[in-house]
Nanobody, 121 residues
Framework: QVQLVESGGGLVQAGGSLRLSCSASGRIFSINAMGWYRQAPGKQRELVAVVASGGSTNYADSVKGRFTISRDNAKNTVYLQMNSLKPEDTAVYYC???????????????WGQGTQVTVSS
């Protein structure tokens, strides 16, 4: 079994910063991409940022220039540095591990449990 454990959410004032972390554990052979999604109340879950195993990244237009995603392949961990936070960034942030090759089992996608980020104005 593979688990994703997130940390780093919380309450911050507008203009502040937070850093999210997500670590994948289990019998993992490889992970294709790792990313962060968010879901605000009454809205659909949306992509925030994703990083491929080779390091290429993709960001939502709304966070470009403010958020930075990075990854430590040796630790199966992905980070999201969020700067210049805005009230509209308030959401539950979910970690995703795409196409995880699990030893002797196959390839699966996994989600974290979510961490709340609240930005006050």
């Amino acid at each position: 079994q593979v688990q994703l454990v997130e940390s780093g959410g919380g309450l911050v004032q507008a203009g502040g910063s937070l850093r999210l972390s997500c670590s994948a554990s289990g019998r993992i052979f490889s992970i294709n991409a790792m990313g962060w999604y968010r879901q605000a109340p009454g809205k659909q879950r949306e992509l925030v940022a994703v990083v491929a195993s080779g390091g290429s990244t993709n960001y939502a237009d709304s966070v470009k220039g403010r958020f930075t995603i990075s990854r430590d392949n040796a630790k199966n961990t992905v980070y999201l540095q969020m700067n210049s936070l805005k009230p509209e960034d308030t959401a539950v942030y979910y970690c995703n591990a795409d196409r995880v090759a699990v030893v002797a089992r196959g390839i699966f996608d996994y989600w974290g449990q979510g961490t709340q980020v609240t930005v006050s104005s």
